[in-house]
């Protein structure tokens, strides 16, 4: 954190369950992969008309890229900076598998974990006055999902070390909704969801 900031916010998130919070433009928010390759499903709202939320295709279309890291922003669908990256020590972070579903697991693999990233959104946007319908693509953060030349992708083993962190800067009045991954299933988790850390803090207005 730095040093001329007020620490407003640091909680660990129990593996496989969601958190959200509203940021002031210009707070920061820091995500810890605490014990490694734990994706981090990831949504933001514009606090005050969450009519306008994150959108991957402009995300990939404006930046000309499928992965976000370092100087990433995230686009809403009114092509307008929500959120930026400040700093990242893993980077190739995910915008394009979107999150698990007990539906889509059934159909992947024949079963389901006790819990899915829909549900978690779900429950955590309702706190908010949002439901079902404003569960939008995601960002996975340190989720890998490399693209062969033949166009086939699948979910690989992550890259993120134990302490790894992304720091994001909120470019407007934002609210943040994330699920820590359940999915025990596939490579998301290294097959073993693990708790985060996720810490809010506000510089001093001299130091924005």
Request: aromatic letters at 6%; glycine letters at 8%.
């Amino acid at each position: 954190m730095m040093a001329d900031a007020t620490l407003l916010e640091d909680t660990t998130v129990p593996a496989g369950h969601p958190w959200s919070r509203r940021l002031e433009e210009g707070d920061r928010l820091r995500l810890v992969d605490l014990e490694g390759q734990q994706a981090i499903d990831f949504l933001c709202y514009n606090a005050d008309d969450p009519e306008e939320r994150y959108h991957a295709p402009n995300t990939m279309k404006l930046q000309r890229q499928i992965y976000l890291g370092k100087g990433s922003s995230l686009w809403s669908v009114r092509a307008r900076r929500m959120m930026t990256i400040i700093d990242d020590t893993c980077g190739g972070h995910d915008t394009i598998f979107g999150c698990c579903s007990f539906a889509l697991d059934e159909v992947r693999y024949g079963q389901t974990n006790p819990r899915c990233c829909q549900q978690n959104f779900e429950e955590e946007l309702a706190r908010h006055g949002l439901g079902p319908r404003d569960v939008v693509p995601n960002v996975n953060f340190f989720m890998r999902v490399p693209v062969a030349e033949d166009g086939q992708v699948a979910i690989v083993d992550g890259l993120s070390k134990p302490g790894d962190h992304v720091d994001l800067r909120a470019d407007m009045d934002v609210l943040v909704v994330l699920s820590n991954c359940p999915e025990a299933l596939n490579p998301a988790t290294g097959l073993r969801p693990t708790p985060i850390q996720v810490t809010v803090y506000r510089p001093t207005e001299s130091s924005r």
